[in-house]
């Protein structure tokens, strides 16, 4: 089981800047990637950033050039830098852990944190 807590969601004007933290615990050597997804109200879950054990990075179109992925494997977590944040990227950030073909369940449901919220105003 992995356990995932998010933070560094907030409030910001139009080119601000963020970072959002996870911090994994519990059997994260199985894991074989972990993302930032978001949700914006009356839309569907997006990815917005990943990042694979391996060092890979995914990054969406509106997030590329504007967000940073790292994770620090001493400290299992896993940030996410949002610089020139737009009224668009106003949402409930997740992050996912993506379970390898070691983990318990493999193939089932990833690992969700409870989300944290990004609002950015004009």
């Known amino acids: 089981q992995v356990h995932l807590v998010e933070s560094g969601g907030g409030s910001v004007q139009a080119g601000g800047s963020l970072r959002l933290s996870c911090a994994a615990s519990g059997d994260t050597d199985c894991l074989s990637a972990m993302g930032w997804y978001r949700q914006a109200p009356g839309k569907g879950r997006e990815l917005v950033a990943g990042?694979?054990?391996?060092?890979?990075?995914y990054y969406s179109d509106s997030a590329k050039g504007r967000f940073t992925i790292s994770r620090d494997d001493f400290t299992n977590t896993v940030d996410v830098q949002m610089n020139n944040l737009k009224p668009e990227d106003t949402a409930v950030y997740y992050c996912?852990?993506?379970?390898?073909?070691?983990?318990?369940?493999?193939?089932?449901?990833?690992?969700w944190g409870q989300g944290t919220q990004v609002t950015v105003s004009l």
């Open positions: 996912s852990a993506m379970k390898g073909p070691r983990c318990p369940g493999y193939g089932e449901d990833d690992y």
């Open positions: 990042i694979t054990t391996g060092g890979s990075t």
